[in-house]
Each structure stands twice: as structure tokens, then as C-alpha cells.
């Protein structure tokens, strides 16, 4: 079955950064963009960023861009989402997604908590 399992996530003062990583199995990674999304408290789950099957093109939340990085190794199945200057309004619980056919995947979230 599919599995995603995000790691790396902390807490991290303002400026800080943190690499999120996302290990995928159950289907054929190389196959599929993948996504990372974030939910923050009281808020609704939002798209952060977006990386094709075989990482030539990117997209990103305009809130991230110029901050974070999403990147994958195919041969590891793994997706990454590097977090520079991280700042408070970054703290939320952050999903790694895929999308197979008319199925949405997610893990279960790893938390990101920026402090002062």
C-alpha cells in the first residue's frame, strides 16, 4: 500500500532553517509529482510546493518562494522541502501528498514550530 512518511521537522528559531524529508513507497515514485501542503492552527491545509516526476520544474506558494527549496532523489524515493529563513507564520504540521488517479495520498504530518 502507499506509504508516505515525513521526518525532520523541530523547533527552530526565527531565521532558522530545517530540511523536511518525505520517504515514499507502495508505488512507483519516479512516476508521480509530489506536494508538500501545511496546516497551521485554526487554519485550512495549504499547498506550499509542487515538483514534476522527474524534478526539472517546481512551483511554490508565494509565501515560500525565495525561501524554500522542494527537491527529489528517484532513486531513494524520497522528497525534500528545505526551509530557509524560516519565520513564525511557518509553524504548522506540514504533509508530504501524492496524487494516484482519482486518490490523494498523505503522511501524518511532521510538526514545524518557529519561536523568537
Known amino acids: 500500500q502507499v506509504q508516505l512518511v515525513e521526518s525532520g521537522g523541530g523547533l527552530v528559531q526565527v531565521g532558522g532553517s530545517l530540511r523536511l524529508s518525505c520517504a515514499a513507497s507502495?508505488?512507483?515514485?519516479?512516476?508521480?509529482?509530489m506536494y508538500w501542503y501545511r496546516q497551521a492552527p485554526g487554519k485550512e491545509r495549504e499547498l506550499v510546493a509542487g515538483?514534476?516526476?522527474?524534478?526539472?520544474?517546481?512551483n511554490y506558494a508565494d509565501s515560500v518562494k525565495g525561501r524554500f527549496t522542494i527537491s527529489r532523489d528517484n532513486f531513494k524515493n524520497t522528497v525534500y522541502l528545505q526551509m530557509n529563513s524560516l519565520k513564525f507564520d511557518d509553524t504548522a504540521v506540514y504533509y508530504c501528498?501524492?496524487?494516484?488517479?482519482?486518490?490523494?495520498?498523505w503522511g501524518v504530518g511532521t510538526q514545524v514550530t518557529v519561536s523568537s
Open positions: 501528498n501524492v496524487r494516484l488517479r482519482a486518490t490523494q495520498y
Open positions: 507502495g508505488f512507483t515514485f519516479s512516476m508521480y509529482p
Open positions: 515538483i514534476t516526476s522527474d524534478g526539472g520544474s517546481t
